[in-house]
């Protein structure tokens, strides 16, 4: 029988937490920081133990599997590497204020899976393709590399707001970030996240031989993953080569989580596929 117990609490856990950390950004107090970064590590750690609590459901019903095999568990892992990749990033750089992008992206991502029409919860037997240990390894580094770009994206987000306000006379938003150093914690995340897309993509090319017998057949998801790949390559590119930086990164980092998006959801259900696992 599943227990959604732990993931609700998760949820729970995240929201309460961006309360303190929009707090905390707009009055600067530091125990209202730490408040925000004990909450969210508990839910992290709360949401952890979910994972393995279906796990361990998996197998008591016979079937035995790592829950990442439809979209509501690649979705709450999802939830669970944005907080993660989140985690490296504050205890790195001391950026507790990226606290304010991460603890709603984690909870949106908990909560689509009651929102998005078609997502179904219950434990069930994999299909002959997912019976696989490369369905462990290509989905979790792919999810660790979509949720560095999911990071990245709310600091570009955040990036255009504050670079704009620090050219105008109004003067930067003195609760966020400088934008030079939003561009750089931009610039590590994607970092995290493309060697992780790089890795998915080489893991489900050799999962695909054993499944379907060919590394590569265009399929949709495959086509819109290389996309994705080429958009952040090019990012790493233009910064390494041609030093790019601030407006011209956020865009193309703004650009490649749309992809991811595309990548994740449009092809599920809009483009019909291999990859189309709801």
């Not at 732990?6 to 995240?14: H, P």
């Not at 590590?41 to 790592?66: K, P």
Request: hydrophobic letters at 55%.
């Amino acid at each position: 029988m599943y227990n959604p117990y732990f993931f609700e609490g998760a949820l729970l856990i995240y929201s309460v937490a961006f309360l303190f950390y929009i707090v905390f950004v707009l009055t600067k107090k530091a125990a209202m920081g730490r408040i925000a970064f004990w909450l969210i590590l508990t839910g992290f750690f709360v949401h952890l133990a979910g994972l393995l609590v279906r796990w361990q459901e998996s197998h008591a019903t016979g079937y035995g599997y790592i829950p990442l095999s439809n979209m509501y568990e690649s979705l709450i892992f999802f939830s669970w590497a944005i907080v993660l990749v989140y985690l490296i990033i504050d205890i790195k750089y001391q950026q507790r204020t990226i606290g304010v992008i991460a603890s709603p992206l984690a909870a949106f991502a908990i909560a689509a899976t009651s929102i998005i029409p078609g997502i179904k919860s219950d434990i069930r037997p994999l299909i002959p393709a997912l019976q696989s240990n490369w369905l462990a390894i290509h989905v979790i580094t792919c999810f660790l590399g979509y949720a560095a770009f999911a990071i990245a994206f709310g600091i570009s987000i955040i990036y255009m707001i504050q670079s704009k306000r620090e050219a105008s006379p109004r003067g930067p938003i003195n609760w966020l970030p400088s934008s030079q150093t939003l561009d750089e914690i931009n610039y590590r995340s994607i970092v995290i996240g493309f060697p992780m897309l790089t890795l998915g993509i080489i893991t489900g090319a050799a999962w695909a031989s054993y499944a379907w017998g060919s590394y590569w057949s265009w399929d949709p998801k495959e086509t819109w993953s290389l996309i994705t790949w080429f958009i952040y390559a090019a990012f790493l590119h233009a910064r390494y080569s041609r030093d790019w930086r601030g407006k011209k990164t956020a865009i193309l980092s703004i650009v490649g989580f749309s992809a991811v998006i595309f990548t994740y959801f449009g092809v599920s259900y809009l483009l019909a596929g291999l990859h189309s696992y709801l």
